[in-house]
Nanobody, 115 residues
Framework: QVQLVESGGGLVQAGGSLRLSCVAS????????MGWYRQAPGKQRELVAT???????NYADSVKGRFTISRDNAKKTVDLQMNSLKPEDTGVYYC?????????WGQGAQVTVSS
């Protein structure tokens, strides 16, 4: 059974930082591309960042230079370091394993950035 469990969300003021972590089980983690997506109220879920099994990152333009995705294959975790947060970064952040079409999703972590 595949499980993705996110942690680290919360409330922060604009300009602050948060770190999200996702621990995976039930998958061949080191062979799986991972990602973070977010969904703001009334909007569709969107890409934040992905990281290949080899560790190559990809970022949405809106977070480039502020967010960093990383993975630890030994611990089966994928983290998202979020700096210089803006109110528009508010939303539920979801961990993804294996892509959006046939992959798996975590339950989501709320991130709220106040102005």
């Amino acid at each position: 059974q595949v499980q993705l469990v996110e942690s680290g969300g919360g409330l922060v003021q604009a300009g602050g930082s948060l770190r999200l972590s996702c621990v995976a089980s039930g998958i061949f983690f080191s062979l799986t591309g991972m990602g973070w997506y977010r969904q703001a109220p009334g909007k569709q879920r969107e890409l934040v960042a992905t990281i290949t099994r080899d560790g190559s990152p990809n970022y949405a333009d809106s977070v480039k230079g502020r967010f960093t995705i990383s993975r630890d294959n030994a611990k089966k975790t994928v983290d998202l370091q979020m700096n210089s947060l803006k109110p528009e970064d508010t939303g539920v952040y979801y961990c993804n394993a294996g892509g959006t079409r046939t992959g798996f999703w975590g339950q989501g972590a709320q991130v709220t950035v106040s102005s």
